[in-house]
């Protein structure tokens, strides 16, 4: 079995049983346990699992990696979904760019465009984008959330009402395998949604560690988006959902 295969099946074993031991894993891969661990580690460097002591388990559904953690999390896949995002928004195009380290890194990909107009509730954006003389750039009020420089709460989606843009750039925590969309803070759901409802076009930004990934607050369904920007194809489940859909899944 491949590593990446391996990866999955373990992911998928700790979301039935809730934990798994090494000694488990490696007699049911039947590979050594220095192999076990290295996947291990791997996951854990991804926020997949959390190492415990003789095993893993899921990560808390409660609460988020820290935000300087997911910064340095699989940069350079970020890169390609934020470059292959970027391709497919024009010059002069008007868009929500979301809270989040993908849609960060698509802000960072759009600095060659001219004469974009943004609007966003990422602080982190709005300092990126902030010396493009040609962009016109508007920044939702409401509360600052300084663990991550996100904007929410009731004024942000005032606000954000207000608009009707081409394009809606959207990050995600987890992506259950019926197709749910999942956060970990009620608040951030709603903002989400409110550029859901206020945008011509909505596109997900979504590494591959968020499938499967388990979070406490349902945005809803895959039915909410039109495109799903990733860097590998999805696990089957939510593949079918996908297609289901009719998402435009864009493989990077």
């Known amino acids: 079995m491949k590593q990446i295969q391996r990866h999955e099946a373990i992911i998928e074993l700790a ?58 999390m699989l940069s350079e896949e970020k890169a390609r979904i934020a470059n292959a995002v970027a391709q497919q928004i024009p010059n002069g195009a008007t868009l929500f760019i979301d ?5 960060e890194a698509v802000a960072h990909a759009l600095l060659n465009h001219k ?39 009731e004024a942000t989606l ?24 999942l956060e970990f803070d009620y608040h ?7 550029i859901i409802e206020n945008s011509r076009s909505v596109m997900l930004v979504a590494d591959h560690s968020k499938f499967g990934r388990n979070a406490m607050v349902n945005m809803g369904g895959m039915h909410l988006i039109d495109y799903l920007f990733t860097d590998q194809a999805p696990p089957a489940e939510i593949q079918k959902v996908v297609e289901q859909h009719d998402v435009q899944l864009m493989l990077c």
């Open 99 to 103: 809270i989040g380290t993908t849609p």
């Open 158 to 181: 005032d606000f954000i009402s207000q608009f009707r843009l081409d394009y809606g750039i959207l990050g995600i925590s987890g992506i259950d395998l019926d197709g749910s969309l």
């Open 15 to 72: 979301r039935l049983q809730g934990y798994v031991s090494t000694e488990e894993l490696v007699e049911h891969f039947n590979v050594s346990p220095q192999t076990i661990r290295r996947d291990l580690n791997d996951l854990a460097d991804q926020s997949r699992i959390q190492r415990h002591h003789g095993g893993a388990a899921l990560p808390s559904s409660s609460v988020n990696t820290a935000y300087h953690d997911r910064k340095g």
């Open 188 to 194: 951030e759901v709603r903002t989400k949604r409110a």
């Open 115 to 153: 004469e974009l107009r943004v609007v966003t509730n990422n602080l982190n954006v709005a300092t990126l984008l902030m010396g493009k003389e040609d962009f016109r750039l508007i920044l939702a009020g409401g509360e600052v959330r300084t663990r991550d420089g996100g904007i929410i709460g």
